[in-house]
């Protein structure tokens, strides 16, 4: 992370957003600081808490994609959520909470990859020694046989031994059929399968798992030696892997340097002067407080201190307002960024210059039939003027139009591949018009486009 300035964090996020350089300019230094904080010595860097930052604007115009791409660059664990989900069955709502322990499981998985990784080598090894005690085991030692006896058969054990290596090696024994098998701990009785438990978010299974006794359970199979190789390394990467530095790596990473994106948080934004959809709104409002300002959850992994996450929050706010949500949770983002709508130039660009732009997907799944697909210059404008049109006459769902019209005007194509007749594919001004023109001057165009 310490070679990640703020200018370059922006230049990382300009390869896949474009425009809004405040609010990018805001997560940036907002993610610096955190590399910054772990760099003071003693109490006081506790005592650094982040800047929480709220983005503001219409839909589709780059807020989930900041601070997603964010994340990527810290290589951080990272979650969204929607605000508007724990108000859905009333006051009581979803467990608040609940999102800590789904970024812990994000991380405890990324950092479970991270190190399997890391082990494969010796994992490979393993495994390789594994196959070859199967396709040629030891024989037990013959108590009556003499010294010179013992070193014969040792001798002649380690020559086929590695004739039986090459041969696997080269391989020569890829199809033959061998029997393996891996020691399981499996529970004795199944408790609590599909009791509902789920939605609360409690490991009862797991609570009770360690608590009832447990038998070993041995699982075999014959599959072919390639099948077996892949499956002993698995296996193998999994004994190497310690689950207890998992899990405090993943809590450290959770504690360190966890972003949770919480999208739609004008939707729990309410007088909490009124009645009915407000209380239950207020209510959120006041259990994700603790949180935001750092507190201590319980998780299945251990209690994790929510002080130093940084908390992005998103919303259009059409028909509330950043100063609707309660002071204290107010006071805990300081950091307010507002969105623009794109422009149909903005969405030019956004059809030509990201890394993972439209034109560029479309280019590759169609290589991927074999077929070469082209836009001139002219398409790409002309798309991108579409694009805006729709969003003028229509609800303004910013670059996510490009999605829609992108699928109508590649359509048939989409369909009918592979065809032996497509082989090129030019997307012209011309054809752009002659797809899209009925579509747009339709008055009922959200039966058309989203």
Same mark, same amino acid.
């Given at each position: 992370?310490?070679?990640?300035?703020?200018?370059?964090?922006?230049?990382?996020?300009?390869?896949?957003?474009?425009?809004?350089?405040?609010?990018? *300019?805001?997560?940036?230094?907002?993610?610096?600081?955190?590399?910054?904080?772990?760099?003071?010595?003693?109490?006081?860097?506790?005592?650094?808490?982040?800047?929480?930052?709220?983005?503001?604007?219409?839909?589709?115009?780059?807020?989930?994609?900041i601070? *997603?791409?964010?994340?990527?660059?810290?290589n951080?664990?990272f979650?969204?959520?929607?605000?508007?989900?724990f108000?859905?069955?009333?006051?009581?709502?979803?467990?608040?909470?609940?999102?800590i *322990?789904?970024l812990?499981?994000?991380?405890?998985?990324?950092?479970?990859?991270?190190?399997t990784?890391?082990?494969q080598v010796?994992?490979t090894?393993?495994?390789?020694r594994?196959?070859?005690?199967?396709?040629?085991?030891?024989?037990?030692?013959?108590?009556?046989?003499?010294?010179?006896?013992?070193?014969?058969?040792?001798?002649?054990?380690?020559?086929?031994?590695?004739?039986?290596?090459k041969?696997?090696?080269?391989?020569?024994?890829n199809?033959?059929?061998?029997?393996?098998?891996?020691?399981?701990?499996?529970?004795?009785?199944?408790l609590?399968?599909?009791?509902?438990?789920?939605?609360?978010?409690?490991?009862?299974?797991?609570?009770?798992?360690?608590?009832?006794?447990?038998?070993?359970?041995?699982?075999?199979?014959?599959?072919?030696?390639?099948?077996a190789?892949?499956?002993?390394?698995?296996?193998?990467?999994?004994k190497l892997?310690?689950?207890?530095?998992?899990?405090?790596?993943?809590?450290?990473?959770?504690?360190?340097?966890?972003?949770?994106?919480?999208d739609?948080?004008?939707?729990?934004?309410?007088?909490e002067?009124?009645?009915?959809?407000?209380?239950?709104?207020?209510?959120?409002?006041?259990?994700?407080?603790?949180i935001?300002?750092?507190?201590?959850?319980?998780?299945k992994?251990?209690?994790?201190?929510?002080?130093h996450?940084?908390?992005?929050?998103?919303?259009?706010?059409?028909?509330?307002?950043?100063?609707?949500?309660?002071?204290?949770l107010?006071?805990?983002?300081?950091?307010?960024?507002?969105l623009?709508?794109?422009?149909?130039?903005?969405?030019?660009?956004?059809?030509?210059?990201?890394k993972?732009?439209?034109?560029?997907?479309?280019?590759?799944?169609?290589?991927?039939?074999n077929?070469?697909?082209?836009?001139?210059?002219?398409?790409?404008?002309?798309?991108?003027?579409?694009?805006?049109?729709?969003?003028?006459?229509?609800?303004?769902?910013?670059?996510?139009?490009l999605?829609?019209?992108?699928?109508?005007?590649?359509?048939?194509?989409?369909?009918?591949?592979?065809?032996?007749?497509?082989?090129?594919?030019?997307?012209?001004?011309?054809?752009?018009n002659?797809?899209?023109?009925?579509?747009?001057?339709?008055?009922?165009?959200?039966?058309?486009?989203?």
């Open positions: 992370m310490e070679k990640f300035t703020p200018i370059r964090i922006v230049e990382e996020l300009d390869k896949y957003i474009i425009g809004q350089d405040k609010a990018k *300019r805001a997560v940036a230094i907002a993610l610096r600081n955190r590399w910054r904080r772990q760099q003071v010595e003693g109490d006081l860097q506790e005592e650094i808490m982040p800047n929480n930052i709220i983005l503001i604007g219409p839909t589709g115009v780059g807020k989930t994609e601070a *997603r791409r964010l994340s990527k660059l810290a951080a664990p979650m969204k959520v929607e605000a508007s989900k108000t859905e069955v009333g006051y009581v709502g979803r467990d608040v909470e609940s999102m *322990r789904e812990m499981n994000v991380a405890l998985n990324d950092v479970r990859i991270e190190m990784k890391r082990v010796q994992a090894i393993n495994a390789r594994r196959i070859i005690d199967i396709l040629y085991p030891k024989n037990p030692l013959n108590p009556n046989d003499d010294e010179e006896e013992i070193k014969k058969k040792e001798e002649r054990y380690q020559r086929i031994r590695k004739k039986m290596e041969l696997f090696d080269d391989g020569e024994l199809n033959r059929e061998v029997e393996i098998s891996s020691q399981k701990r499996v529970p004795q009785i199944e609590f399968s599909h009791t509902g438990t789920e939605s609360f978010d409690l490991p009862i299974g797991e609570i009770m798992a360690g608590i009832l006794p447990f038998k070993k359970g041995e699982k075999k199979k014959k599959v072919s030696v390639d099948e190789y892949k499956l002993l390394i698995e296996e193998e990467a999994g892997v310690k689950p207890d530095i998992v899990k405090a790596e993943a809590k450290k990473r959770v504690e360190e340097n966890g972003i949770i994106f919480i739609e948080i004008d939707k729990i934004a309410g007088n002067n009124r009645t009915g959809a407000d209380v239950s709104r207020s209510g959120v409002q006041r259990d994700l407080l603790p935001v300002e750092g507190s201590n959850v319980p998780t992994y251990g209690i994790i201190d929510t002080s996450i940084l908390f992005i929050a998103a919303g259009a706010f059409t028909t509330s307002k950043p100063s609707d949500l309660i002071p204290e107010q006071g805990r983002f300081p950091i307010r960024e507002e623009h709508s794109l422009s149909k130039d903005d969405l030019h660009k956004i059809l030509l210059y990201p993972n732009s439209l034109t560029k997907q479309y280019i590759a799944l169609f290589k991927a039939e077929v070469k697909l082209k836009f001139s210059e002219d398409a790409v404008e002309e798309i991108a003027n579409f694009a805006a049109k729709a969003n003028v006459k229509m609800e303004d769902i910013g670059a996510r139009r999605n829609t019209i992108m699928n109508s005007l590649l359509d048939n194509y989409l369909f009918n591949m592979p065809n032996p007749k497509i082989k090129t594919v030019t997307i012209t001004k011309t054809k752009v002659k797809k899209l023109d009925k579509i747009i001057k339709n008055e009922d165009l959200s039966k058309y486009i989203l």
